[in-house]
């Protein structure tokens, strides 16, 4: 198996993106969600992943789909799985 590299943006990088375009802070989003300020900044840096409770309170906050949310997160999980799995197959095989 050729060694092929799988793109996929993190959820952290979308949601990063519409906290900007609403012109909120992440201050102001954890006040609203309830999220605690260090438990969101993990979300937005990638050191922590959403669970079904961010993905409501996020989407119900920001108006984006909490499912697309969930998706996001597990098809990102997917994506990192996938190539770190790629990356220990041997080159042919």
């Not at 992440?26 to 993905?55: V, Y």
Request: with cysteine; glycine share 6%.
């Amino acid at each position: 198996m050729k060694k092929q590299f799988i793109t996929n943006t993190s959820v952290a990088e979308y949601l990063k993106a519409i906290i900007k375009a609403q012109g909120i802070t992440q201050s102001e989003l954890a006040e609203l969600t309830c999220i605690a300020p260090s438990n969101l900044t993990d979300i937005l840096q990638g050191r922590r992943a959403l669970n079904a409770t961010n993905c409501v309170t996020i989407g119900l906050v920001l108006g984006v789909s909490p499912y697309e949310l969930g998706r996001m997160q597990s098809d990102y999980k997917i994506t990192q799985v996938l190539k770190q799995t790629i990356a220990k197959t041997p080159e042919g095989e």
